[in-house]
């Protein structure tokens, strides 16, 4: 027993000595001069009639908004920049890959940049892919290849459970696509038995250059490696050869699947063939995490992009909305929701219930302070994953067998939204990196609220402060069964030991990890 606990504790001292030394990062930049390129010249009109706005499209459901990417990703002249906390090996993840490479086949510059959480165990594939000419990879944060990455993480709290949690997608300098989308199965409606309820923003005008310098900061930054200073299996011809063919069959296979045959059919991709899509307008900044907060204090404020967004509430003066699947709001969330509530301000807030949550342990923090919110005059509503089938319902909560809310956005006096990777839980506040977009925009606000009016209404439960007959403060749930209202006193659509479980982990001192 003895050796064991002392081999344990050399494995963890191993896993402590992490990188090798920091290999010379070659510096790179976004294109400034993509004015000829295809993409740019299609827009060029639409910018003329709105000097110095951005324009912008909401990518509601997942169909449209993996063919945003594809449709940019073929008019790509000059460069694609990529940026994701998760790249999945699957259906959807083999297709993206597909129009890179396309892309870098006929002279398209692309950097894709993944944190290496998602990246275990594809090494041969990554070389295979960062072997193309016009292609360059760099993983965040990385991990350490001769350790189990299970010990990394034992040993590593603070260092390695800090991520890259931003998600953006750049074509020459010229459009952006941001919001809460992973590139996987789930994110764009590819899996039968789930989906994710999410919101991208395409934009162009200005704010995409803003885009791109925030993408420059994390590809430059020494935080950033290239993958050949991280991986050492240097596949030969024959394995490059295998996995190419591997993946051209999986591309193939896919092709011809049902959700191929979706996406020609996408509500988007009708309007692309029909040149009928539609750009709102308005004035937007990126906000963004330092990527050197990954390694600094908690309380390096000037490295966060919460810091920034914190001026936008000094003139809040009707209603904030806010979507978030994982929200934890802490003493302080609560105290500041009470303040603005206080002073006149309506709050709803729409996150994921615990039959949605597919992080049960962040649904443990949200429910410490859930009956404190409805104290305090916020009104909560969570997801109910059981209200997903219907027609309606497929364009923005899909219809799988069931969905959890993904979405990440909230909106001020239906006028100033933001959009982003963000979530409200101390995670994404002061552990990881994120990115979002600000966007001034009364017609886009208002469309947003209305969306959100409905989902409420129709998707969602009310949860309710209730005085029983003991006088005792309990929850309740008010939703739909088959059409017709019913109220829950207890998690709905949940089992004893699922509640236990959430129960127990409530007790633990995890918060900030969360």
């Known amino acids: 027993m003895h050796r064991f606990w002392l081999l344990l504790l050399l494995t963890g001292l191993t896993a402590c000595a992490g990188l090798p030394e920091a290999p010379p990062r070659p510096a790179s930049h976004a294109f400034t001069d993509t004015q000829d390129t295809a993409l740019a010249r299609s827009v060029a009109p639409l910018l003329q009639a709105h000097p110095g706005q951005d324009g912008f499209i909401l990518l509601e459901n997942g169909l449209d908004a993996f063919v945003a990417r594809a449709a940019l990703a073929e008019y790509a002249g000059r460069s694609i920049d990529v940026q994701y ?12 890959t597909a129009l890179l490479l396309q892309a870098a086949d006929r002279g398209v510059r692309v950097r894709i940049l993944v944190d290496d959480i998602d990246m275990g165990d594809r090494d041969d594939a990554i070389i295979a892919l960062d072997d193309h000419p016009n292609i360059e990879i760099r993983l965040f944060n990385p991990f350490n290849r001769h350790t189990p990455r299970w010990v990394q993480f034992l040993f590593g709290l603070g260092t390695v459970t800090r991520r890259m ?6 074509v020459d300098n010229v459009a952006a696509v941001l919001g809460g989308r ?44 290239p993958v050949r200073a991280v991986i050492d299996a240097r596949p030969d011809a024959e394995t490059v050869a295998a996995l190419r063919r591997a993946l051209k069959a999986r591309i193939e296979r896919a092709t011809t699947s049902e959700y191929v045959r979706a996406l020609e059919n996408s509500r988007l991709a009708e309007q692309i063939r029909l040149d009928r899509v539609q750009y709102h307008w308005g004035d937007a900044r990126v906000v963004v995490d330092d990527p050197e907060k990954i390694a600094a204090s908690r309380t390096a404020s000037e490295l966060h992009l919460s810091t920034q967004l914190e001026p936008l509430f000094e003139n809040l003066q009707r209603e904030l909305l806010i979507v978030s699947p994982y929200f ?78 993904h979405a990440k956005t909230f909106l001020l006096d239906r006028r100033i939204a933001f959009i982003g990777s963000l979530n409200l839980d101390p995670r994404s506040f002061y552990e990881n990196t994120e990115i979002g977009v600000v966007i001034e925009s009364t017609e886009l606000g208002e469309i947003m609220a209305r969306r959100f009016d409905e989902d409420v209404r129709q998707r969602a439960f009310r949860v309710e402060r209730f005085i029983n007959a003991d006088g005792n403060e309990v929850l309740r749930w008010h939703g739909f069964e088959n059409g017709r209202p019913v109220v829950y006193e207890r998690e709905p659509h949940t089992g004893f030991w699922q509640r236990f479980a959430i129960g127990f982990l409530m007790m633990l001192p995890i918060e900030s990890q969360l």
């Open 85 to 96: 906390y998760l790249y999945h090996n699957d259906e959807v993840g083999s297709l993206f």
């Open 328 to 405: 934890v709001p802490g003493r302080e969330g609560v105290a500041f929701f009470r303040e603005l509530i206080d002073s006149g301000v309506r709050v709803r807030i729409l996150t994921n219930s615990l039959a949605s949550n597919d992080v049960g342990v962040v649904h443990a923090g949200y429910a410490r302070y859930r009956m404190d919110l409805l104290r305090a005059g916020v009104e909560l509503y969570e997801l109910d994953q059981t209200l997903t089938d219907s027609p309606a319902n497929r364009m923005r909560l899909t219809g799988s067998s069931r969905a959890s809310l």
């Open 165 to 170: 949690h931003n998600k953006s997608y750049i």
């Open 182 to 225: 992973n590139i996987g199965d789930e994110y764009f409606d590819a899996r039968p038995d789930l989906a994710f309820a999410d919101l991208d923003v395409l934009t162009i005008g200005p704010v995409v250059h803003d885009v791109s310098n925030a993408f420059d900061r994390y590809w430059n930054s020494s935080r950033s490696w």
